[in-house]
Structures are given as structure tokens and as C-alpha cells.
């Protein structure tokens, strides 16, 4: 594997920061969400940015690799054009899953608008596998893979998280983009050891380092990216940069934007720690560790992966399935759970042959048929009780599982409160719990900006809100978007001015 190129240090670009970003002495590259940029309509501050000659890494949210069905064509085109468009070097994207159902399951298509952890098992690496390689094969420069925060675990995993991710680089040659915030989250939450993580992960695929804050409420940590960076994530970059020197490590920033100066210490901090002389005995521990597990208790209680951005996880012990996300289950059961309330079939044959083919695939096609069914079914299950208020699939543990669902219900709230910042203006004190009552049994369709037109008209055939000033403001709202042409501007005028008559 050619070794990844020398980024150097750099932090996550958002356009509420961006006048600060540039500002930052010694940067030397910006990662940007993919999803958040147009190819033709790049942002001044990027441009002013790639002027000076730092690199700019688009960074994917969306392509769900870790889903049971092939990546979408199309955000993997729009995934390789913000590639191109930026002059980047590399893309990265998440091992997780973020839809399941559709075809695959013959059960409806469900969004879950968050990054959700896939199950450590054969079944769930033969599909990631082929996946990566399929977009491999679709962008224009190498991928990179993280490492996800997870809330919960999945029953019957197979391997631990170091074993999982070395096997995914041995069987594509992919790059990882390791999260170090996200090592301690899975540590204070599912009483994983990073260390160990560390010591399983073949560290020269590393192609960067992802370094975030968060907070510990209620024994839970919460990944959010808008606190400071706290030790013992500096401690777990210490222990990574005593095994390899990364090619660069970055700062993530996406809420509760500090002063200038403040994100400016947090990157010296970032450069000392990774300047500093390794700490290192033949086996340490970072601080607060659990003491490390036999392989034995990681084969019953192994639990690793990913979650999500802005959400937690609850502490237990044992084996917990991952909220966030899918499940892994055969045609009619979660593998080791029992019945799955979802089932249907279906087929998704690949092309090409692929190295590990599991038990049930179709040795002269490669086609990872019976895998991906398992997986789409086992997913599809999950999120259906994570989004839409059914029966959980066995195995799981019940109240990790309501934690998840209110991590879910809330990540949308504050999503489509940004997206469609008339919503709470309009319903004021009353936006957010008649959208968590709205979101117990609604699963978003295609994406926020919709889901806030659902929630709308929800709310508009229940008669509410019951205010008939919010109600008609709240009607024009909706009818400004979702018709099929908007309307004109005679007509947004006078509706503005009879508004403002009415608030007078």
C-alpha cells in the first residue's frame, strides 16, 4: 500500500468559523462535510483557502458503506465531482450505515439521518468489503474509512473492532481515518479498551486522525464536537502517535463555536501532544481504562463501532445491540436474536470475483447474495423500532435502545430546526415537542429538508398548531414549498404584509 501523503494539521471547515479558519496560523488543510458544498458553487473562503495552498479534504456522510444494498451511483458521482472540484488528494467516508429497507427486504426504505454502527460479523464485512470496493472503483482518489461512536452493541458479534477494521484493510487496501474521540466514546459507553483497538489496527493505513470533544452527563459521553478536547482523548492520540506518526491529525468543530483564539490553543495542544516523547511501556492502559478482556470475554461481549456525531451511548455492560443502526439477521432472524419483524427477499448480484467469500454466496459470481439479505434484513428490522415505533429485534438491549431513539428524535428536532429555521419561529415553545411526538412513529423519507415539509403538513391536517395566526402562517410556509411552482411574488408580498399587520 503506497503510504498515504503528509497532510500536517488542520481542522474541520464550517461556514461559521470559516473568516477564523483562515485566520489560523500554521494550518495546513480543512476537511469539509461533501454533502454541505456544490462542485460549481464552492464556498469564497474555500477558494481563498486552496489559493494559499492548503488542501481541502471533502469529507462524505451519506453513502451508508456499511448498508446492506451497492452505494447509490449517484452521491458516489457527487462524492468523486466535490473530489475533483477541490483538487483533493483523498475522500473519506464512515463505516456505517445511515438507510435500510427498499427492494433488498421488500419493506419500505427508511432514513435514519444519522451514522449508524454496523455488526462486527462475516456477514457485515463481506458486504462492507464489496462495497468499498465498488466506490473505490467509482472516486477519482483514494478512500478512507472512520471509525464511528456507538451507543449500543450488537448481539453475536464475531470479532472485536481492531480485528474488524485490519481485515477490511487487508481484503481492499483501503485507508482509515481513525477517530480518537470516538475510541474514548465506545470506551465510557461499551467499556471497549482503545488501546487494544490500537494495538489490532495496522496503523500504517492511517491516512489521518480525527480529535473531538464532548461531555459525560448521566454516565453517558456524548459526542458532540462542541466541547473543548478533553485529556483523555489527548491520552488516546498519545498512545496512537506512540505507534506510528500519523500523516495528519485534525481538529472537529460543529456546534458552540468557541472564540478564535480558543480553537487556535486547542491546535497547539494538538501539536504538542503529538511533539511530545512517547510515554510508552510494553503495555499501557489510557487513563480510566478498563483492565484488559480475555479474547473469550471479547467473543461474548465484544461491542465496537460507530454511532453518531452528535449522540451518546448508555453504559452497560454485556453485549448490547447498536441502536443507531442496523441489525445483522438472516431471511427470518437477527443472527443469534431470534425473530425479525422484518422480512421479505430479494437479490443484488455483483460482478468479479472477491477474496473471504462467506457460506451461502455464489463462488462464481462473487455475489455476496445470501450475506446481503442477512444484513438488509437484520438492518431494516433495527432502524424500523429505532424510526418507526416497532417491536425491537431480540438481543438487544431495551433500554440502551430507548436511549438511541431519543438520540435519533432529537438529532432531527435540532437538524430541521437549522434547515428550516421558520418551524420554531413560527410554533415557537411548542416546535420541539410536537416534533418529537411527530418523530416517535414517522421516519424520515428523503432527507431533512423533506422531513420538515412532513412535519408541516402533519401538524396542518391535525387542525394545528391551534393559534389560527401560527396556523395560516405556518399553511403559507408550506405551501410555499411544497407546490409545484412556488408562488408569486404578488403573492408572497401580500401574505408578508397581512403577517406583519396581524403581529402588530
Request: proline share 10%.
Amino acid at each position: 500500500m503506497k503510504q498515504p501523503d503528509r497532510l500536517g494539521i488542520g481542522i474541520g471547515w464550517r461556514p461559521e468559523i470559516a473568516a477564523a479558519v483562515e485566520r489560523l496560523p500554521g494550518l495546513d488543510w480543512v476537511e469539509v462535510v461533501a454533502e454541505n458544498v456544490c462542485p460549481g458553487h464552492l464556498p469564497d473562503s474555500l477558494g481563498r483557502l486552496r489559493e494559499r495552498g492548503v488542501t481541502v479534504v471533502p469529507h462524505g456522510v451519506s453513502l451508508g458503506l456499511g448498508g446492506a444494498e451497492r452505494p447509490d451511483a449517484r452521491r458516489l458521482a457527487d462524492l468523486a465531482a466535490r473530489a475533483e472540484a477541490l483538487g483533493a488528494p483523498l475522500v473519506t467516508e464512515h463505516i456505517a450505515f445511515v438507510r435500510a429497507g427498499g427492494p433488498l427486504t421488500a419493506s419500505p426504505r427508511l432514513e435514519a439521518g444519522h451514522l449508524l454502527p454496523v455488526p462486527r460479523t462475516r456477514d457485515a464485512l463481506d458486504v462492507l468489503c464489496e462495497n468499498v470496493r465498488i466506490a473505490q472503483d467509482g472516486l477519482p482518489v483514494p478512500l478512507a474509512l472512520e471509525n464511528i461512536a456507538a451507543l449500543i452493541s450488537w448481539p453475536g458479534e464475531e470479532m472485536t473492532e481492531g480485528q474488524f477494521l485490519a481485515e477490511l484493510v487487508e481484503r481492499t487496501g483501503v485507508r482509515l481515518l481513525i477517530d480518537v474521540a470516538n475510541l474514548h466514546t465506545n470506551h465510557v459507553n461499551r467499556g471497549e479498551d482503545p488501546v487494544r483497538a490500537l494495538d489490532e489496527l495496522p496503523v500504517g493505513a492511517i491516512a489521518y486522525v480525527h480529535v473531538a470533544g464532548g461531555l459525560e452527563r448521566d454516565g453517558v459521553w456524548h459526542d458532540t464536537h462542541a466541547h473543548p478536547v478533553p485529556r483523555p482523548v489527548l491520552d488516546i492520540l498519545a498512545e496512537l502517535r506512540s505507534r506510528t506518526d500519523p500523516p495528519g491529525v485534525l481538529l472537529e468543530r460543529d456546534d458552540d463555536f468557541p472564540p478564535e483564539e480558543e480553537l487556535a490553543a486547542e491546535l497547539e495542544t494538538i501539536r504538542a501532544t503529538l511533539a511530545a516523547p512517547p510515554r510508552r511501556a510494553p503495555r499501557t492502559r489510557v487513563q480510566g481504562a478498563p483492565a484488559t478482556r480475555t479474547h473469550e470475554a471479547d467473543a461474548a461481549g465484544a461491542t465496537d463501532d460507530p454511532a453518531s456525531r452528535t449522540h451518546a451511548t448508555t453504559a452497560a455492560p454485556a453485549p448490547n445491540p447498536d441502536a443507531d443502526a442496523d441489525a445483522d439477521a438472516g431471511p427470518s432472524t437477527v443472527a443469534g436474536t431470534g425473530p425479525n419483524p422484518v422480512a421479505g427477499t430479494g437479490a443484488d448480484p455483483l460482478t468479479g470475483p472477491s477474496p473471504g467469500t462467506a457460506a451461502g454466496t455464489d463462488p462464481l459470481t462473487g455475489a455476496y447474495v445470501a450475506a446481503r439479505e442477512r444484513l438488509g434484513l437484520a438492518q431494516a428490522a433495527l432502524l424500523s423500532a429505532l424510526v418507526a415505533g416497532t417491536p425491537a429485534p431480540e438481543g438487544f438491549d431495551a433500554r440502551r435502545l430507548r436511549v438511541q431513539i431519543r438520540a435519533l428524535a432529537a438529532k432531527r428536532a435540532d437538524v430541521v430546526a437549522k434547515v428550516a429555521p421558520e418551524l420554531p419561529e413560527i410554533l415557537g415553545a411548542g416546535y420541539r415537542p410536537a416534533y418529537l411526538d411527530y418523530a416517535k412513529t414517522r421516519p424520515m423519507r428523503d432527507g431533512y429538508r423533506r422531513d420538515a415539509l412532513d412535519f408541516a403538513e402533519h401538524l396542518l391536517v391535525a387542525a394545528r398548531p391551534e393559534d389560527p395566526v401560527a396556523r395560516r402562517r405556518l399553511t403559507h410556509w408550506w405551501q410555499d414549498r411544497a407546490a409545484p411552482r412556488p408562488p408569486r411574488r404578488a403573492t408572497r408580498f401580500v401574505r408578508a404584509a397581512r403577517a406583519a399587520l396581524v403581529r402588530r
